[in-house]
Nanobody, 123 residues
Framework: QVHLVGSGGGLVRAGDSLRLSCAASGRTFSSYAMGWFRQAPGREREFVVYISRSGDKTYYTDSVKGRFAISRDNAKNTVSLQMNNLKPEDTAVYYC????????????????WGQGTQVSVFP
């Protein structure tokens, strides 16, 4: 499995931007599709976005379409999530995750998880 370390969270005002990063260990990063999930207080963890192994395919949950952008750099073993026009409802702990599957949108699809990074958006 791949080891993941997420970073980049913070406390921002609504409308601001943040960029989350996830660094992966190992030589097989390019064999994993990657995703970001989030968990708000009192709620279940939910899917946010997915990116394919090569980065040519992405899939976003509706609530972040047009505001968030995922990217990956297989040479640097990193995946990033650019979050623009943040809203208070984006407040959550964000987790990066890796899957050997071609595509994944469910927690059960992902076998490796980062430790989570807190994003807090105030009005």
């Amino acid at each position: 499995q791949v080891h993941l370390v997420g970073s980049g969270g913070g406390l921002v005002r609504a409308g601001d931007s943040l960029r989350l990063s996830c660094a992966a260990s190992g030589r097989t990063f390019s064999s994993y599709a990657m995703g970001w999930f989030r968990q708000a207080p009192g709620r279940e963890r939910e899917f946010v976005v997915y990116i394919s192994r090569s980065g040519d395919k992405t899939y976003y949950t509706d609530s972040v379409k047009g505001r968030f952008a995922i990217s990956r750099d297989n040479a640097k073993n990193t995946v990033s999530l650019q979050m623009n026009n943040l809203k208070p409802e984006d407040t959550a702990v964000y987790y990066c995750a890796a899957t050997r599957l071609t595509i994944g949108t469910r927690e059960a699809d992902f076998s490796s998880w980062g430790q989570g990074t807190q994003v807090s958006v105030f009005p």
